[in-house]
Each structure stands twice: as C-alpha cells, then as structure tokens.
C-alpha cells in the first residue's frame, strides 16, 4: 500500500518550457489536491478535484492547468514555466472533503531558471 | 474566505520541555482543525485532529486544545524527544472555504 506517489522528485526547468507532475493514490480516495509549498507561506491550494473528471481551482491556480482522467491519478501542469513557479509541490488525497484527513505525497522540488 | 495565523514561526527547546503551537482562525463557521507534522523531504503527515464539538483531545505526548469563543487552538507536546523536531502546520476548515487552509508552519528544534 503506497498511498500517495508522486513522480518526479526534482526537476529543473528554463523559463517558458512545460511540464507535468504525477499524482497516483492507490486508497481509492475520490478528493485530490495540488498544493505548493514556499518558505515562509505554509501550504497554498492551487486546483482540486472531487472526483474522476473534475477540477475545480484553488487560492492560486494561475499558470497551472489540472486534469483527473481516472480516479486513482491527478495531473498538475505547467505550460510556461516563470521562475514564480519555483516551489515545491505536494499533492495530496482524501476521503472527504470538509473535515477529513490529508494524505500527501513526498513532494516535487521544481525549480525553474 | 478563513484566514489562519500560526506561531511561533520558530521554537526551540530542551529534550524533556514541552512545546506549545498556537494557531488562531477567522471563520466562526470552521469546525475541523488538524495538526500536521512534516520531517525534513517528506509530505505532511497528519498526528492528531479535533473537530469543534471537543474542547480537548490527547494522544499520548500530543494533545490539541479548541477555544471557539476565541477561535484558537494549539497543540501541546509533551516529554519532547528529538525524533519530534520537524515542522508543524495546523489548519482550519469545515466553514465556510469548504476546504483547509493552513497556517504557515512552526520549526520546531528540540535540542540535547
């Protein structure tokens, strides 16, 4: 049982390039999330999604882009990376959406030049 | 939307001492508030919850407290070893936002 498993680890990008960061849970859980996380500024929320299908945005979803194609995966891209985008990103999962436990991934450092 | 504010930002203490977390939230409407751990390269992972029907929950060295009428809760840990050195987040939600907002974490550095 992996829970939450996110791919890659690390990534360097250059301005403008794009790219996608995996999200797979295997505890069958229909709520995922994509956070990021900066020093200083906790976790901030930038897409959701409620099931197999949907996607909904976040505090700060701008320059991102999300699809959730099937229940156990959830995609985060970026089309054009800025450097505003270096950051690390966690996405998570749950069962419930108002007061249930956030399982996250390992996170993804990305750092864009 | 909920609004929480978290601190210290920084806490440091002896093996042995306890630690105190605050956090205070906005919306009168939140009724869940977890706490998360987070070891260094790894995700948050969630070590105790209390939900706003609770003034009090404990588990083990842990435990949170809820004040609604003031709308703060903390997070108490007790005997602090050095396996507790991490950084702490807590979060509300259940309100209004629907969803959890989190504070902005607390390092928390137990020294020999």
């Known amino acids: 049982n992996a829970g939450v498993t996110q791919t890659p680890k690390f990534r360097v990008l250059k301005t403008g390039q794009s790219m996608t960061l995996l999200c797979a849970q295997d505890m069958n859980h229909e709520y995922m999330y994509w956070y990021r996380q900066d020093p200083g500024m906790g976790l901030r929320l930038i897409h959701y999604?409620?099931?197999?299908?949907?996607?909904a945005k976040g505090e700060v979803p701008d320059g991102y882009n999300v699809s959730r194609l099937k229940k156990q995966n959830f995609l985060l891209g970026l089309e054009s990376a800025a450097p505003s985008q270096t950051s690390v990103y966690f996405c998570?999962?749950?069962?419930?959406?108002?007061?249930?436990?956030?399982?996250f991934g390992n996170g993804t450092r990305l750092t864009v030049t | 939307g909920e609004n929480v504010e978290q601190h210290p930002s920084t806490l440091s203490v002896q093996e042995g001492d306890s630690a105190v977390i605050k956090c205070t939230y906005s919306?009168?409407?939140?009724?869940?508030f977890p706490w998360y751990k987070q070891e260094l390269g790894k995700g948050p992972q969630l070590i105790i919850d209390?939900?706003?029907?609770?003034g009090e929950k404990k588990d083990q060295r842990i435990a949170v407290t809820l004040n609604k009428t003031a709308k703060h809760f903390s997070l108490h840990i007790t005997e602090t070893q050095p396996e507790d050195s991490a950084v702490y987040f807590c979060a509300a939600g259940g309100g209004t936002a629907s969803k959890l907002t989190f504070g902005t974490g607390t390092r928390l550095q137990v020294t020999l």
């Open positions: 999604s409620v099931g197999e299908g949907t996607t």
């Open positions: 919306d009168s409407a939140s009724n869940y």
């Open positions: 209390i939900r706003s029907n609770v």
């Open positions: 998570a999962s749950s069962w419930g959406i108002l007061d249930s436990p956030l399982h």
